[in-house]
């Protein structure tokens, strides 16, 4: 069903032509255009890296990349194609999880990694003002001689780019503490998709003066314009830090656990965790983060990884110290072990296992991932009821599905149900869909709580959003952009 829907959509474009590759020349240099068209005629394989997603599960076929480095040539690229009706994929850093950031058929590729300047830094108001293709890395090195940190984290940090982040809401390991980017953000420009450069590109905390554009672009995919701009509140670096991976015996200490770390550190929980046991053995299998004791583990059904940042390092810890305390004296122990770091180099690898599991869980097969918003009592139930179905089907076999593991963000009612399969054949897609969605709306949760829609569940999107609200986005959707040339196929069914 789906495939033929995008046949139907892309019958409606252009493909790009030797014309649009000399027009582009007119005005960008011939190192930002990539093309197997002529004059260039590059192998294909040199457009595999923008075509083909992280995951290897999406591919495109885009006979074109332009990487423009401003957004005066972004606007002089989109005019072209809004005027030919070439169909063109934003892309950032392609780490996005649901095939978004790749074309379904030949669209234009506008790569965004040429534009990754700083414009501005506040050091006394906290906001930054960058180009959209700045790494999220990058942005925080910038920042750390001024004593500042961008308001988001994730295991993509080194690849993604502030721009894909803004586009997919991404939530990530600090939403706990700074909360999402409909707050942090302050201000976007954004290329519009017929070449017009909407500047809403403002630097202020609060600015009630109508509707608020910008929001709508926050989470849009590339499906309403080309962010080029993002102004974003970045945080004070806190001064003292510290994690603790606890080991639990089972699941359902992890929400008691919750409430009491959330009791007795207050300001200064900056991270709340959860890998279950599975994932962890995978995540040292395939070398990310260093194991833990052969005690810590024994025995541990799944882990959290609580970190703690504030002011002063004596009072952080005292904090910690004592809700740890608390944990081992209790007469029912939530946990069975807490392994505290002990050193910058402790902190960093505590923390790169659960960055990791991305990593790991790709390195062991291919995942079929289902990032959804359940309540936290049903992290397991989720998990469980998963496996049991994949069994129920005969599934459950080392040539078809490997492992059902879940890991996520606690704080944020965020599982990552992950389900890593030697290889992706219909039979396990048929298997886990509409069932994990039926599962997720039986929940009233979400189906996507931060890696967006994409191309994978634009067929989904009836489970979270009504009737109406789908109609909704549609109208704002033609709007913008009638011709539908901004990310077709994406987002919307
Ligand atoms: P891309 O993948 O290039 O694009 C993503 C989407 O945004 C596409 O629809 C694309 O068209 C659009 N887009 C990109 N740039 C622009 C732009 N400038 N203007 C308009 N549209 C644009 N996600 C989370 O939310 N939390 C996590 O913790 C997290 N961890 C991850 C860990 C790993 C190891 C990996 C591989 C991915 C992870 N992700 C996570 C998913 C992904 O990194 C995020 O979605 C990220 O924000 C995507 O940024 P990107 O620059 O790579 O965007
Ligand atoms: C994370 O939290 C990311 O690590 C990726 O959102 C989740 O691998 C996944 O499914
Ligand atoms: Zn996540």
Not at 256 to 278: G, T
Not at 329 to 341: Q, Y
Not at 439 to 465: D, F, N, P
Request: hydrophobic share 40%.
């Amino acid at each position: 069903l789906r495939r033929s829907a995008h046949a139907s959509t892309s019958a409606r474009y252009n493909s790009v032509n030797a014309d649009d590759i000399a027009h582009f020349s007119k005005f960008l240099p011939t190192s930002t255009i990539l093309s197997t068209l002529p004059p260039q005629s590059l192998p294909s394989s040199e457009l595999s890296p923008f075509n083909d997603d992280w995951m290897n599960k999406y591919h495109g076929q885009s006979t074109t990349v332009v990487r423009p480095r401003n957004a005066l040539e972004v606007s002089e690229v989109v005019k072209r194609c809004n005027e030919r009706g070439i169909a063109i994929v934003p892309q950032g850093g392609n780490t996005g999880l649901v095939g978004g950031g790749v074309p379904i058929k030949d669209e234009l590729l506008i790569n965004l990694g040429n534009m990754n300047k700083v414009r501005s830094f506040d050091p006394v108001s906290g906001i930054l003002v960058a180009d959209a293709g700045c790494v999220l890395e990058s942005l925080s090195e910038y920042l750390a001689p001024h004593n500042h940190i961008m308001p988001l984290d994730l295991g993509a940090k080194g690849s993604c780019q502030i721009g894909g982040n803004v586009s997919t809401n991404a939530g990530g390991l600090r939403l706990l503490r700074y909360g999402s980017l409909h707050g942090s953000v302050l201000g976007l420009e954004v290329v519009l998709p017929d070449g017009t450069i909407l500047d809403q590109l403002s630097t202020l905390r609060k600015d009630n003066t109508g509707y608020d554009l910008k929001q709508l672009f926050i989470g849009a995919e590339g499906t309403l314009g080309i962010v080029t701009g993002v102004s974003i509140l970045t945080a004070p670096a806190p001064q003292s830090a510290s994690n603790v991976i606890l080991a639990l015996p089972k699941f359902e200490n992890v929400l008691p656990l919750f409430v009491q770390a959330k009791r007795q550190l207050s300001e200064i929980l900056s991270a709340f965790e959860f890998f279950d046991r599975e994932v962890y053995d995978l995540a040292i299998k395939h070398g990310q983060g260093r194991a833990l004791s052969e005690e810590d583990v024994e025995g541990a059904e799944c882990f959290v990884l609580m970190e703690t940042s504030g002011g002063k390092r004596e009072h952080d810890e005292e904090k910690l110290n004592q809700l740890l305390e608390t944990l081992f004296e209790s007469d029912k122990p939530l946990i069975n072990t807490g392994v505290l770091s002990q050193s910058p180099a402790q902190f960093a690898s505590m923390w790169a296992i659960r960055e990791g599991l991305t990593e790991a869980v790709s390195k062991e097969g291919k995942a079929y991932k289902y990032d959804i918003s359940v309540p936290l009592a049903k992290f397991k139930e989720v998990v469980d009821t998963t496996r049991e179905h994949l069994g129920s089907k005969g599934l459950l076999r080392d040539d078809a599905v490997k492992h059902v593991v879940g890991y996520g963000h606690v704080g944020d009612g965020n599982l990552h149900l992950n389900v890593v399969a030697a290889a992706y054949t219909p039979e396990i897609e048929a298997a886990l869909e509409p069932f994990v969605y039926e599962l997720v709306a039986s929940y009233k949760g979400s189906v996507s709580a931060e890696h967006g829609i994409g191309v994978m569940k634009t067929h989904a999107l009836h489970y979270s959003k009504s009737n109406v609200s789908i109609e909704w986005m549609k109208r704002i959707k033609q709007l913008f952009d009638p011709k539908g040339i901004m990310n077709p196929g994406k987002v919307l069914p």
